[in-house]
C-alpha cells in the first residue's frame, strides 16, 4: 500500500536550539535533571512529566509503557501504580529498570536506569488520598493488566466501588496499589545538535560519587 506522506525514512529534523558541555551541568545528576524539568514545564511542553518505564519480564522479555513521575528527591524519581499489574509483575521478579523522558520542543531526552524498589505505606498512602476521589475509585475499580470482557465489565465495577465507598469520606489505599523509587546508577542527558553530531552528558554512580563523562553520538 502506497504512502499518502512522505516516506519514513524522509523524515527528520536537524537540531540545532541549544549545546551541552560538561562545564555547564550541574554536579549531581538530579539537580541537572530539577532544571531540565522546570525548562520543560516553563516551555510548556505537553506532559512535561510523563516518561517510558522499560522493565524485563522473567523469561527476558522487555515492555516499555508510559507513566507519570509524581515526585523527585535526592533518593530518586518515584511514581505509583497497582503492583499486580505486568509492570509490578515484573518489577517483583527483576527490580531494575529504565526511565526514558523525551522533550522534543526542546531537543532533549533523558534515560534513567537504576534499581527499583515499593515506597514506604505511609508515602503511598499519602499520595493515594492526594488524588481525586474518582482516581481513588478507579484503583479499586480496575484489574490493571488483566483481561477483561467488555468496557462495561470496567464500568460496572467502577459503579460497584463507587457505591461501596459513598458514605465513605476517606477510601482506604487497596493494599495492590502504590509507589515505587527508583535509586538512579546511570542518567544520560541528550541534547539534539545539528547534523546528528549530539550532545550526550553520562553521569555514573560510583561508591556515592558522580562520575560525569561524554559519550559519542
Known amino acids: 500500500m502506497a504512502l499518502s506522506y512522505k516516506k519514513i525514512a524522509d523524515i527528520r529534523t536537524n537540531y540545532s536550539k541549544q549545546d551541552l558541555t560538561e562545564a555547564s551541568v550541574a554536579a549531581n545528576p ?15 511542553v505537553e506532559e512535561p512529566t510523563a516518561f517510558v518505564l522499560s522493565t524485563v519480564s522473567p523469561e ?3 515492555s516499555a509503557r ?18 499486580s499489574s505486568r509492570k509490578g ?3 517483583e521478579h527483576s527490580p531494575s ?21 515499593k515506597v514506604s505505606a505511609e508515602e503511598s498512602e499519602s499520595y493515594f488520598h492526594s488524588r481525586p476521589r474518582g482516581s481513588q475509585i478507579g ?13 462495561e465489565e470496567l464500568q460496572h465495577a467502577d459503579e460497584a466501588f463507587t457505591a461501596k465507598f459513598s458514605d465513605t469520606e476517606v477510601i482506604p489505599r487497596p493494599e495492590h496499589w502504590g509507589g515505587y523509587l527508583l535509586q538512579p546508577e546511570r542518567i544520560e542527558f541528550w541534547q539534539g545538535r545539528p547534523n546528528r553530531l549530539h550532545d550526550r552528558i553520562l553521569y555514573q554512580n560510583a561508591d556515592g560519587n558522580w562520575q560525569i563523562s561524554r559519550l559519542a553520538p
Open 60 to 62: 527476558g522479555k522487555p
Open 97 to 117: 529498570g529504565c526511565f526514558t523522558f523525551f522533550w522534543p520542543a526542546l531537543e532533549r531526552q533523558v534515560r534513567v536506569e537504576g534499581q527499583i524498589k
Open 66 to 83: 508510559v507513566v507519570l513521575l509524581k515526585e523527585l528527591s535526592s533518593q530518586g524519581f518515584t511514581f505509583f501504580t497497582n503492583y
Open 89 to 91: 509483575q515484573e518489577l
Open 139 to 151: 484503583a479499586w475499580a480496575s484489574p490493571q493488566s488483566k483481561v477483561i470482557k467488555s468496557r
Open 30 to 44: 538530579i539537580d541537572q535533571f530539577h532544571e531540565w524539568l522546570n525548562e520543560a514545564i516553563a516551555a510548556e
